[in-house]
């Protein structure tokens, strides 16, 4: 059954119902699970091994080799897959824990108020007021880069965004009298953030998570075509783009590949974002 | 008013002390001394120690901090490993590049944008609309480079007289300089004209949504196009001028990866090829510069915005 | 006499900066005994709901102080001391949780019983409100505004505390239900001798819950006493002029003639120089403008804050006519 408060609201709505309700919602999730799909399985449908050289070099799309080899005769497909799972892994990581601790920060800031919110506002203010990607390869090209140095820049850039939108949901929804009523009882604060706060709020933040994990993607794919990602051999997906530039005339399919992959794959994440802030706006 | 305006401004030394630690603590980031980060081991064992008094090394952290900051502030940037010219110079002979391209991609943009967003708005709710903002949702997932890839390879595909033209300055010429910057530009423009379309289309829904005016002015009979452009997409520009603002701020700077493609002598690619080559000094300034000319715009931008109308709705999706 | 179970002293609070000040309330006092229910009556803008909000601890006096049992309201949170009965019922509960969760939450936080004594009390509330059985597992958003407003009195009585305050209780609700309502308030009130802070910009609703009533007027008290010794006896021109505006309080008595205001009701951050009601007065002078006047005893219990107090009815009346005309 569909989560009560949006039973009790909205009448008999189901979860169905809410997924079916906004057109980009619908792409978003059908690319996203196909993508997800693509990730787990696709290499095991492949079969072929990433790493393998061949003398294969080059190669346009075949029946052995369905987008074709790159410059050392390694598959291009089975090297996408591949790709595609560390950049969405490294998303998916950095976004879990940006979204933690812009939750735990924007939620106390927007809770407390007052001399917390003012300190975390400006801290935020400062954080914004300088380039990020700036920062991200600063520190990658002076440090080296890890999959951990990666994904901390990648959190320390967005956090302040996400710190941001967070405490504007809670300022919204503290002034709503039922948590006046629990700070009058003398309820623990935490205690109601985490009862009345957070609940209240779990659609933008949501929305906030998948949007997350799109531009996550979105800069992981820029660091590593720059060469500061996931290092070779391993495959990513950038430093694809990158690596098939040099070939792209004679052989376009080792850039046109990884480069649908990514616009594909934020594409995904930013559909599905798009679409639940629209399908949760029409809800209410 | 002028409170928020003081807040605003408050900020800044903050922030550009921040941007200035970060630079700084970036040499010393990096492993090893900095005196070998310098190029220190082609000099001999006295020349070594005399850069090191005079980079202050013996001293503590915070005074290290201070004179180099004494020294930035002063114009000197240190020399270039690779060149030996000043940082400041070099640096600042880059700058008109990256700021033509970003001021071309901002009004490519700017244009993608406002037009897409009009028309989708006139046609909203049928077909058209929901095709332009499908358009702008892939359009914002194009990374830019592998735009610029695309263009480059639809370039040397199909159009081989026009050729990736080399970079021309405005000296010689704004025809040449506005065609040796197209294609870089439009690289930038698509995913930023996604953005600021969807902007533009989400403003005007909110203004629909909520002004009598226009049930007014169509009961007066005026026609579907000449209540858009008079009155509803001149209203859903103002939050759009913050967005394109902090746009326009992040591109000066140099875009990294674009100049590097289009190999334009820009900042941006300043940045790389001193990544490279390990050129430090030449990292710094970039930064630096960079860092500061982003946070200085961004505050003219913030402190321009409550001219602007206020009673402007925020953008939803203008999170 | 026993100590009042509420009390503020002095209060004042300012919001906005110290350069461009709004004073809510510019040092009022008030008391509410035990059992008691005091009205606060006035307009937008009087600073009733601020002292609301100050009574029950959710802002700070930014002078005097306010009291609940003897001590700080601040520290009252968790002793169940005093509650609140918001206006708009379909915000005044979560929506995500179930009725009794929300109705037990005073009591989870602090009464320190068992959770299954906790858990009868909760039952037992909502019984006293009339949502007994399976009101208590139903979502707020299953329930009409009426109903929602009796899951919040149930609430804020779970606890039993000495005193609750209800800030606007009713006007949320439709004119058929609010007297189901304000009889469910007596009657509750009434079984566990509740004290009571009842704040409405409604005269009769107000008249109707107290025994004593507080006049307020732009951050400032201008009469208080006894609900009959107000009706019998308006000292003050405002409490006059609401008083006539209200044709059903006139039943059976001597027709009040209608006494209108003129003048643009002032803005709380320009207060008007000496009396604050001199603007909208009809017999407002020279000494009016100039000198503030104090709360002042008449007879015993009333109070009120004229120069001229009390007041005339029929000259005042006499009064606002010929302005109006003017």
Known sequence: MAAPGLA????????????????????GIMMSVAMLAFVLFGGWVVGLDPQKTSPDVLEAPSAMHLLGTDSIGRDVLARLVLGAR????????????????????????????????????????????????????????????????LVAVLIVTYAPQVVRVVRASTLQTGNRPF???????????????????LPNVRGTLIVQ?????????LVETVLSFLGMGVQPPAPSLGFMVSEGRQWMEIAPWTVLAPGSVIVLAVAAFTFLGQGLDAALAKRT | MIRYMLGRLAVLPLSLLVVSILTFSFLHLVPGDPVDALGGENLSADEQAQLRREMGLDQPLPVQFFYWLGHVVQGDLGKSIRTNRPVLDEVLGRLSTSVELA????????????????????????????????????????????????????????????????YAPLSKGLFANVKSLFFPALSLAILSGATFCRYVRGATEDIIRNADFIRTARSKGASESRILFRHIVPNSLVPLATVAGLQ?????????????????PGLGQLLLAAIAQRDYPIIQGCVLLKATTFVIINLIVDLLYPFLDPRVQLVRGGK | M????????????????????????????????????LGIVGESGSGKSTAARIAVGLDLPTAGNATVMGRPVSESGGKGLVQMVFQDPSASLNPLLRIIPSVREPLDAGSGKTPTARQSRALQALGEVGLGGEGGDRFPGAL??????????ARALAALPPVIVCDEAVTALDVSIRAQILNLLRGVQDAHGTACLFISHDLCTVAYMSHRIVVMYLGKIVEVGHTEQIFAMPAHPYTCALLSAVPQLQQGRHVRPRIRLHGDPPSVMRPPSGCRFHTRCPMADERCRSEEPLLRQLENGHLAACHYAPVDEARLAALAAARAAA
Do not use: C
């Open chain 1, 86 to 149: 560390s950049s969405l892994f490294v998303a998916v990581l950095a976004t879990a824990i940006t979204m933690v601790l812009g939750i735990a920060v924007g939620v106390t800031a927007g809770f407390f108020g007052r001399l917390t919110d003012w300190v975390a506002m400006r801290i935020v203010d400062i954080f914004l007021s300088i380039p990020p990607l700036l920062v991200a390869i600063t520190i990658l090209a002076a440090i080296g880069p890890s999959i951990p140095t």
């Open chain 3, 144 to 153: 009409s505004g009426g109903q929602k407003q009796r899951a919040s009195i």
């Open chain 2, 248 to 264: 326009l701020a992040y591109l000066i700077g140099g875009a990294v990866v674009i100049e590097s493609i289009f190999a334009l």
């Open chain 3, 2 to 37: 026993s100590e009042p179970v509420l009390e503020l002293r002095d209060v004042t609070k300012r919001f906005g900066t110290r350069r461009r000040p709004i004073w809510a309330l510019a040092g009022i006092s008030l008391h509410v005994d035990a059992g008691e229910t």
């Open chain 2, 103 to 166: 001021v071309l991609s901002i009004v490519m943009a700017l244009f993608i944008g406002i037009v897409g967003g009009a028309i989708a708005t006139r046609w909203r709710g049928t077909w058209v609309d929901r095709a332009i903002m499908a358009a702008a949702t892939l359009g914002m997932s194009i990374p830019n480079y592998f735009a610029a890839t695309l263009f480059v390879l639809a370039i040397s595909l199909y159009l081989p007289d026009f050729g990736v033209v080399s």
């Open chain 1, 179 to 197: 948590v006046d009523s629990a700070r009058i009882s003398g309820v623990n604060p935490f205690k109601i953030m985490w009862v009345h706060i």
């Open chain 1, 8 to 27: 009790a609201r909205t009448g008999e709505t189901g979860l169905l119902d809410f997924l079916k309700s906004d057109v980009s919602l619908v792409i």
């Open chain 1, 209 to 217: 998570a998948t949007i997350t994990v799109a531009h996550m993607l």
